[in-house]
């Protein structure tokens, strides 16, 4: 190695993934992910079990980050981490973790708006989309249509307005009786079944603007009249059920993805966040790029949900513009882009 190797270590405690990556001139040399598997008996993620977990989880996987890279934390040269949007106990361990390292070392601090952490996941590897693209953010918190014009230069030009596109594939699922996380189990079934057995509204906005609350209440209804009925109905139905409801939120998605690159006359689309890994989206998405000529890019799977890899890339892009943090920097729960 040289002397001239700028080593960044950069964190990630956003939501109930606690993770540590390493990146070395742009080149990420590891991603290591602690999963917390103790919500899945509460349905949900409880705040307070996230952050306790973090705790446990945050100094052995930096000790293996750091010791699988080759290096000790003397070669560092930056400090990154995610400063939101998040769950604020989640965030803050995180956080005081990094500004404690750092101003231990005497080094840079940069933070990382979680949501351009995910649309640079896709500098991670090859192939990478061209500027200016559209990135469709797709997780259990956000779905929001980005202009990507530069690394450091993005804009949100449509956002739901209530649930996230994750939290309508969790919340239908629960209202089937699957478990938590729900999202992946539709997907799972829905591959079985015939995605025009049952009709669901598609919510109509203005503009690029999303809104995913009326599919739940749709299918919370749809369920009731058909259990009257039958009670067995979810049972002897799931698989077409589970694949009605995720047709209905991917039509929802490609509807503002085609309005975008007609709007805006750009042809390279990319998608980001937990959701894309959803096989379904990745499909049409695939079927969309044939049809209209698009190139479209989708990460791995491993750099789709919560990663420090993510982190690390969008830190390497702040470290080059010298755009660092002061140490009195908090955590925001709520962060804007």
């Not at 981490?81 to 803050?92: D, E």
């Not at 750092?102 to 990382?112: D, Q, R, S």
């Not at 804009?155 to 478990?179: R, S």
């Amino acid at each position: 190695m040289g002397t001239n190797d700028n080593f960044i270590l950069a964190i990630e405690s956003s939501c109930d993934e606690t993770s540590a990556s390493i990146i070395q001139d742009g080149k990420v040399l590891n991603n290591i992910v602690a999963t917390q598997s103790v919500h899945e008996k509460y349905g949900g993620v409880v705040p307070e079990l996230a952050s306790r977990a973090h705790q446990e989880n945050l100094i052995p996987v930096v000790q293996e980050a750091v010791s699988s890279a080759g290096i000790n934390l003397d070669q560092l040269s930056a400090v990154a981490f995610t400063r939101g949007p998040g769950l604020m106990g989640s965030l803050l361990v995180g956080v005081s973790f990094a500004k404690a390292l750092a101003f231990g070392k005497n080094i840079p601090l940069i933070e990382v708006n979680h949501m351009q952490a995910h649309i640079l996941a896709h500098f991670i590897e090859d192939p990478k989309p061209s500027f200016p693209f559209i990135c469709l953010t797709v997780s259990g918190g956000h779905t929001q249509l980005v202009l990507v014009r530069d690394f450091l230069q993005m804009e949100v030009i449509g956002e739901t307005q209530d649930d996230a596109v994750g939290e309508a594939f969790d919340k239908t699922a629960k209202l089937l009786g699957l478990p938590y996380p729900g999202g992946p189990l539709i997907d799972k079934y829905a591959k079985e079944g015939d995605p025009k057995a049952f009709k669901f509204p598609v919510t109509r906005m203005p503009g690029l603007n999303y809104s995913f609350s009326g599919i739940k209440t749709a299918v919370l209804y749809f369920l009731r009249d058909q259990l009257e009925e039958n009670p067995k109905f979810i049972e002897e139905n799931l698989n077409d059920l589970c694949a009605s409801i995720q047709y209905t939120l991917i039509e929802m998605l490609q509807i503002k993805l085609k309005q975008a690159v007609k709007q805006y006359g750009i042809r390279e689309i990319a998608i980001a966040g937990g959701v894309s890994a959803n096989s379904g989206l990745r499909n049409s998405l695939q079927v969309l790029a044939e049809k209209h000529q698009w190139n479209v890019y989708i990460p791995k799977f491993e750099y789709c949900t919560d990663n420090a890899a993510m982190i690390a890339m969008a830190a390497y892009y702040k470290y080059l513009a010298k755009d660092f943090s002061s140490y009195e920097v908090t955590p925001l729960a709520k962060m804007k882009f």
